[in-house]
């Protein structure tokens, strides 16, 4: 098993920046590839960045594209996502997920995820 417990999100203004982090307990962090992944309300829950394990692929979404960087400690079984020039359309719950060690979008291939944190941004 892999806990996973994410922090980082709050309320922000339209083009502010934030960076979410994501702490993973259980069995070896630099085993598995990390996704972000983001739920609005109403809507499907869907691929932000991901990141292999160890650290030397990286995938994102084609909207937070250039604005946004996943990243990874395995020194301290930490993921991040740094995520600048925030947009309205941003706002969502975002959730930390491990899986395979390569970089996947899809959702079903993550075995573990953590309970989301809430990021608004506000224009």
């Known amino acids: 098993q892999v806990q996973l417990v994410e922090s980082g999100g709050g309320l922000v203004q339209a083009g502010d920046s934030l960076r979410l982090s994501c702490v993973a307990s259980?069995?070896?962090?630099?085993?598995?590839?990390m996704g972000w992944f983001r739920q609005a309300p109403g809507k499907a829950r869907d691929f932000v960045a991901g990141i292999s394990s160890r650290g030397d692929s990286t995938l994102y979404a084609n909207s937070v594209k250039g604005r946004f960087t996943v990243s990874r400690d395995n020194a301290k079984n930490t993921v991040y996502l740094q995520m600048n020039s925030l947009k309205p359309e941003d706002t969502a719950v975002y959730y930390c997920a491990a899986g395979p060690s390569r970089v996947i979008s899809t959702s079903a291939a993550y075995a573990y995820w953590g309970q989301g944190t809430q990021v608004t941004v506000s224009s």
């Open positions: 259980g069995r070896t962090f630099s085993n598995y590839g």
